[in-house]
């Protein structure tokens, strides 16, 4: 189906009204759950407040002047979700896709160059021939290497198709929390424990003063604390 109940809308969703028209778009098919992101109709609709109705997304998004992870985007179901950037050239204005503190999607704004860098963690790795490894991103890119220095949980700092920083999965790294109770919350990265067969593996974050124990799955290596 294309669309959902508005009603049913993932409460991730910062919707302005839960109640009004019946049904709301879906996302396009891609490498996020439902859950896990939002449109760019939302985005102008409800967020920014740039259109009163998805025939004025449709007609801004038309123009080409939105730009996500710094690729121009003209569908208004396109999915888009946290740390991915947000640039609108025409507007001067650029935001950065985060989670709030209480789960909700919220736009950061962010300074132009911070746009032309984006971050993606490395989800699994193929073997390739001629020893050639394939690194695929959690947003359902991917990138062939030819030395494999990274691991599963790394993130890397990408300009275009070229690694400008490796951020290790290690202790010690600041990690962004993109679900569980605590999403969207940072912290320092002090403890890893490994999967067995029956238990998922976990993380012990410090956050302040306070330490916190989550699915490992949930962490994302970012290089620097967001300001909110």
């Given at each position: 189906?294309?669309h959902?109940?508005?009603?049913?809308?993932?409460?991730?969703?910062?919707?302005?009204?839960?109640?009004?028209?019946?049904?709301?778009?879906?996302?396009?098919?891609?490498?996020?759950?439902?859950?896990?992101?939002?449109?760019?109709?939302?985005?102008?609709?409800?967020m920014?407040?740039?259109?009163r109705?998805?025939?004025?997304?449709?007609?801004?998004?038309?123009?080409?002047?939105?730009?996500?992870?710094?690729?121009?985007?003209?569908?208004?179901?396109?999915?888009?979700?946290?740390?991915?950037?947000?640039?609108?050239?025409?507007?001067?204005?650029?935001?950065?896709?985060?989670?709030?503190?209480?789960?909700?999607?919220?736009?950061?704004?962010?300074k132009?160059?911070?746009?032309?860098?984006?971050?993606?963690?490395?989800?699994?790795?193929?073997?390739?021939?001629?020893?050639?490894t394939?690194?695929?991103?959690?947003?359902?890119?991917?990138?062939?290497?030819?030395?494999?220095?990274?691991?599963?949980?790394?993130?890397?700092?990408?300009?275009?198709?070229?690694?400008?920083?490796h951020?290790?999965?290690?202790k010690?790294?600041?990690?962004?929390?993109?679900?569980?109770?605590?999403?969207?919350?940072?912290?320092?990265?002090?403890?890893?424990?490994?999967?067995?067969?029956?238990?998922?593996?976990?993380?012990?974050?410090?956050?302040?003063?306070?330490?916190?124990?989550?699915?490992?799955?949930?962490?994302?290596?970012?290089?620097k604390?967001?300001t909110?």
């Open positions: 189906m294309s959902l109940k508005r009603l049913r809308a993932p409460k991730s969703w910062p919707l302005l009204k839960r109640k009004g028209t019946k049904f709301i778009a879906r996302p396009l098919p891609g490498p996020y759950g439902i859950n896990k992101c939002i449109t760019l109709n939302i985005i102008l609709k409800d920014l407040n740039y259109a109705t998805t025939r004025d997304s449709r007609r801004i998004l038309n123009e080409g002047k939105i730009l996500v992870n710094n690729m121009v985007r003209k569908s208004y179901k396109f999915p888009v979700s946290a740390l991915d950037t947000l640039a609108m050239e025409s507007l001067n204005e650029y935001y950065r896709v985060l989670y709030d503190n209480h789960g909700k999607f919220y736009l950061e704004k962010i132009k160059d911070e746009t032309e860098t984006r971050l993606v963690k490395i989800k699994n790795k193929t073997l390739l021939k001629k020893n050639k394939q690194l695929n991103f959690h947003n359902g890119t991917n990138l062939i290497v030819e030395k494999d220095h990274y691991k599963c949980g790394d993130s890397l700092l990408m300009v275009d198709k070229d690694i400008k920083k951020l290790k999965f290690e010690g790294a600041v990690v962004y929390l993109i679900g569980g109770k605590h999403k969207g919350r940072a912290g320092i990265l002090e403890n890893i424990e490994p999967s067995s067969a029956l238990v998922p593996g976990t993380i012990t974050i410090k956050m302040q003063n306070e330490h916190i124990t989550t699915k490992k799955e949930f962490a994302f290596i970012i290089d604390p967001f909110k």
